[in-house]
């Protein structure tokens, strides 16, 4: 999931370890970045996800 995360930020023009998402670059498509930032959402719910579950199984919860 971080892969992810931190390709999508490289491709942004971020350095792919910040947390923050990169501004729209210059020339980009806003429906292009708007894709970009709904696939990033996607996949940082994905990872917040399997977190819990990890967390919820390791303290017992699960």
Do not use: C
Not at 11 to 23: E, M, W, Y
Not at 50 to 57: D, G, K, Q, V, Y
């Amino acid at each position: 999931m971080f892969s992810q995360q931190a390709r999508i930020r490289r491709r942004l023009g971020g350095d792919g370890q910040a947390d923050d998402f990169p501004d729209r670059p210059k020339g980009m498509h806003w429906k292009t970045y708007q894709r970009f930032a709904d696939q990033y959402e996607a996949a940082e719910r994905r990872h917040d996800r399997l977190i819990n579950e990890h967390l919820a199984t390791w303290l017992g919860v699960a």
